[in-house]
Structure formats: structure tokens, C-alpha cells
């Protein structure tokens, strides 16, 4: 079985041709990625309308692109995919409208995916690939979440951020220390530079008893610590803040990992999502998982954040495990607001005319 998808929940466009063997993991034929990221970066933010207009340019040249690096024609393809939420309203349908034109063209039935399945699904593309049941750290742009992950298709939520996600947190701060958008990454790069522990920043909700998260307050203490630093840091005080920011955010996620196993008993975490690129987030939770006997699982770098061919995955995957089927009814719709564990509670889609 082939199986298209579409990506575009944001301001990244993503289409990947995912094919499902006879034996193992679906295998990623091709995939391809547009990022609008200099386009929103002029506004400090993606601006949603800005973002469907370009996945509206981009999705029929990165399908062409897919399917010439796949050496596969449209007509091998068995069910077009697609990222029906959580996202943005309107760059989410455009890649549903894309997905459900193309398969009543090609007579082939479809299938909407939770982004955040793709993200937790990921790994499953690695060379190092997990074994089911493990604990996921979701941790993306707009979400920050503890999952445990018996099957495909079987996700308990353990904990979440009541307040900014992770990569908001990074996003945020890194916007008060004047560093471009999409400020994550590039607050990793000054934090390289800097001391961990030259700022005392609060670790909220570090010792809460529960595994819920609250990074809101985190944004507050940079705010202050950079205004102490007067109208022109140094370099040096910048980075030291920077590192220090990061080292507050990377500790939470590490010790929530950590007792997220301990509480479910199991020995799997795996690690997704935009963060889970972070190179600081990644040798904190090598090393701590390496001390106890435990074992991390990570996406490939190129698909930690967001893209085709995890939604080609999780669709594919669930269609071999049979928790989804594909549908003929070609009457979409999106959902913008999708919590991961309200996956099968799907809202019927209204009948035109009813
Ligand atoms: O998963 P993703 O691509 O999109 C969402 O679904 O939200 O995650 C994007 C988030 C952004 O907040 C971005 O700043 C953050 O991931 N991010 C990073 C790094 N790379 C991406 N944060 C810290 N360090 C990184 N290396
Ligand atoms: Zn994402």
C-alpha cells in the first residue's frame, strides 16, 4: 500500500510517499518540505493567512517533486493523507482540499491524521526504532505532553503544560533577548556560549507531584533578568542568559521524563517534536536515561520538527494496525483544536444539504 500525505498545519508545507511492506515498518519512499520561515520572519510570527496562501502555491510542486524522487507515479498511489488538526484553521484545509481533490480524481479513499501522532509516530521511521509500549515526550511549538504509547492508536495522557508550550518558552524568551523568529533554534545556538548557571531562573512546577508543566512564569524571570541588564547587554550577558533559560526548561522536561517512567514502569521514553532537536535536551536525556538502564529513541534530526512523512506514517500505520479506515466520502473537514487523546472521537462530518 502507498500512501500520500499532506502536512500544513503551519507555516511548514510537507508531502511524503510512505509505503507499507509485507513485513516491518512502512518505509519513506520520498519526502519534501517547504519552510515559510523567512516569510513569517519579517512579522516576528507566522501569520495564519500568509501560511494557507502558501501551502496553497506549494503543495502540487512538492507532489511533483515526491513522486519524481520516488520514482512512483500517481497512480500507485492507494490513500491520500492528510493533517486534519490540531493547527491552524486555515492552512489545515488547504492541505485536507488539496488531499480530498486529488483522491476523488484518482478514485482513491482518504485518511486525516492527528498531527500529534505523526510527531509521537516519528521514530518509527529511525533506524533505531522503539518497541511498543513507551513514554512519549511530545514537545513541539505548540505543545508540551507526556503520553503513554501501548499501541498505535492507544495514548493515555500522563501530563501536560497548563500554560506555553516548550518551544514557546523558547520561542518567547528568545524573542525578548532580540533573537529572530522562529527563536528556538537560535537560542540553543547563543546558549552554547554562555553559563547554565549564571541566571537563577524558576523551574516551574519541577517538584508539583504530577506531571503537568507551566513555562509561562519562566518567560516573566527573563523578562526581569534582562531589563536588570540595562539597555545594552554585553554579548556575554546575553548568551549566559540565554543558556541559563535553557538549562531551566531542558531540567523540567528531564525530570518529568524521568518520573513519567518511573510512574508507568517502563523503560521506552521516546522524544519528539520541534524540541526534540534540542542538542542540550538530547545529552541531558542520554545521559540520564544511560545512568538508569533506560533507553531514549529519537526521530532523525530532519524530522523532529514538522513534515510529510510523519503524517504519511501514522497514516499508514494506522490503516496496517486497523485502528482507522479510509474513507470515499470526500467531505472534509478539520479540526484545529484536536486533543491527542480524543483521537477516535470524531467529529461525523455534516452531510451537504443536510
Ligand atoms: O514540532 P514543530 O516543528 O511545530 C509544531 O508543531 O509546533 O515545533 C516547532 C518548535 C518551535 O517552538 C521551535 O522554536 C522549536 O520547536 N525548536 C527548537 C529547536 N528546533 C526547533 N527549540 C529548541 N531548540 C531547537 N534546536
Ligand atoms: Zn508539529
Known amino acids: 500500500m502507498n500512501v500520500l500525505a499532506f502536512e500544513s498545519s503551519c507555516d511548514e508545507t510537507g508531502v511524503a510517499l510512505v509505503s507499507t511492506q509485507a513485513v516491518g515498518r512502512p518505509k519513506l519512499r520520498a519526502h519534501a518540505l517547504y519552510s515559510q520561515v523567512q516569510m513569517h520572519a519579517a512579522y516576528g510570527g507566522v501569520v495564519p493567512e500568509l501560511a494557507s496562501r502558501d501551502h496553497i502555491r506549494r503543495a502540487l510542486p512538492l507532489t511533483r517533486q515526491v513522486l519524481r524522487e520516488a520514482g512512483a507515479t500517481l497512480a500507485e498511489v492507494d490513500v491520500v493523507a492528510f493533517t486534519r ?6 492552512a489545515l484545509l488547504v492541505g485536507a482540499g488539496v488531499a480530498c481533490a486529488l483522491a476523488a480524481a484518482l478514485g482513491k479513499p482518504t485518511l486525516g491524521v492527528h498531527h500529534l501522532e505523526g510527531h509521537l509516530l516519528s521514530p518509527f521511521l529511525s533506524t533505531d526504532a522503539p518497541e511498543f509500549p513507551f513514554v512519549a515526550l511530545l514537545v513541539s511549538g505548540g505543545h508540551t505532553q507526556l503520553m503513554r504509547v501501548d499501541a498505535v492508536g492507544h495514548y493515555t495522557l500522563l501530563g501536560e503544560s497548563i500554560d506555553d508550550a516548550a518551544g514557546e518558552a523558547f520561542d518567547k ?3 525578548l533577548l532580540g533573537l529572530d523568529y522562529p527563536g528556538g533554534p537560535a537560542l540553543a545556538r547563543l546558549a552554547v ?11 516551574p512546577l519541577l517538584h508539583s507531584g504530577n506531571l503537568d508543566f507551566s513555562f509561562a512564569g519562566l518567560k516573566t524571570a527573563v523578562l526581569t533578568q534582562h531589563r536588570k541588564l540595562g539597555s545594552s547587554p554585553t554579548a556575554e550577558q546575553l548568551a549566559d542568559l540565554a ?14 521524563s524521568l518520573a513519567a517512567l518511573k510512574s508507568c514502569g517502563l523503560q521506552r521514553l521516546v522524544v519528539s517534536g520541534g524540541v526534540g532537536a ?6 541531558q536525556l542520554n ?5 538508569r538502564g533506560l ?8 524530522l523532529c520538527t514538522d513534515n510529510g512523512a510523519m503524517i504519511a506514517l501514522a497514516a499508514a500505520m494506522r490503516l496496517q494496525s486497523g485502528v482507522a479506515k479510509a474513507s470515499m466520502d470526500y467531505a472534509f473537514d478539520v479540526r484545529p483544536r484536536w486533543p491527542l487523546d480524543q483521537i477516535d472521537q470524531i467529529d461525523r462530518v455534516i452531510p451537504v444539504g443536510a
Open 278 to 283: 534540542n542538542t542540550e535536551l538530547r545529552r
Open 287 to 291: 545521559e540520564a536515561t544511560a545512568r
Open 85 to 90: 488538526g490540531p493547527g491552524l484553521a486555515g
Open 295 to 302: 533507553r531514549v529513541y529519537y526521530p532523525e534530526l530532519e
Open 193 to 203: 556560549q554562555g553559563r547554565a548557571d549564571a541566571y537563577s531562573l524558576p523551574r
Open 173 to 175: 524568551s528568545a524573542k
Open 243 to 256: 543558556a541559563s533559560t535553557q538549562a531551566a526548561i531542558v531540567e523540567v522536561l528531564v525530570t518529568k
